[in-house]
T-cell receptor
Framework: SQELEQSPQSLIVQEGKNLTINCTSS?????LYWYKQKYGEGLIFLMM?????EEKSHEKITAKLDEKKQQSSLHITASQPSHAGIYLC??????????????FGTGTLLAVQP | GAVVSQHPSWVICKSGTSVKIECRSL??????MFWYRQFPKQSLMLMAT?????????EQGVEKDKFLINHASLTLSTLTVTSAHPEDSSFYIC?????????????FGEGSRLTVL
């Protein structure tokens, strides 16, 4: 079965610093989603990547999917306290067609110190 | 704003009672919705797929008689935790895809926290 591993598990950065969160899959990723979650709350959709080498940005957050479609990274530039939360990567369980059923990574807890 | 809404946000019940959680898609129709659960400090695990007009499909290890799913309309799916026990206490989240202009966005509700005493 497919597994997603995220690293690091937790991260504390000083406000204004850049950071990167990684998500590695044991299988080729068909669709890779990034979400942010505040503890005990719902998931906020950030980005979805499908094509090898794809890169998307929204405000100060950039997500990339490698050419082999087995690894994705989420990069935050000039972090702010509002970026704090749990970041989850999710992969579509399909092997070539979208199922909309996601397997989630273990999550990365981000704290940003003012 | 939210495109998938859940109700209630939190519920506390006594052991042995049943609890219903609603998941609504706002401003769009969803023939398929998904229910996940999340234990404290753990990631989300898919429980079942809710299909409008037909039976839900459950993931391995999820008791279908315990977690009743009804997809009553194209905008509403309900999850009923029957005869709830403390081990059912968890955070339940639903998701639905909003089809449109190729954004590929899969939206999640705000979640419903269930505490069984």
């Amino acid at each position: 079965s497919q597994e997603l591993e995220q690293s690091p598990q937790s991260l504390i950065v000083q406000e204004g610093k850049n950071l990167t969160i990684n998500c590695t899959s044991s299988k080729t990723l068909y669709g890779l989603y990034w979400y942010k979650q505040k503890y005990g709350e719902g998931l906020i959709f950030l980005m979805m990547l499908q094509k090898g080498g794809e890169e998307k940005s929204h405000e100060k957050i950039t997500a990339k999917l490698d050419e082999k479609k087995q690894q994705s990274s989420l990069h935050i530039t000039a972090s702010q306290p509002s970026h704090a939360g749990i970041y989850l990567c999710g992969a579509d369980r399909g092997n070539g067609g979208a199922t909309n059923k996601l397997i989630f990574g273990t999550g990365t807890l981000l704290a940003v110190q003012p | 704003g939210a495109v998938v809404s859940q109700h209630p946000s939190w519920v506390i019940c006594k052991s042995g009672t049943s609890v219903k959680i609603e998941c609504r898609s706002l401003d769009f129709q969803a023939t398929t919705m998904f229910w996940y659960r999340q234990f404290p400090k753990q990631s989300l695990m898919l429980m079942a797929t809710s299909n409008e007009g037909s039976k839900a499909t459950y993931e391995q290890g999820v008791e279908k008689d315990k977690f009743l799913i009804n997809h009553a309309s194209l905008t509403l799916s309900t999850l009923t935790v029957t005869s709830a026990h403390p081990e059912d206490s968890s955070f339940y989240i639903c998701s639905a895809r909003k089809t449109g202009r190729g954004t590929g966005e899969l939206f999640f509700g705000e979640g419903s926290r269930l505490t069984v005493l």
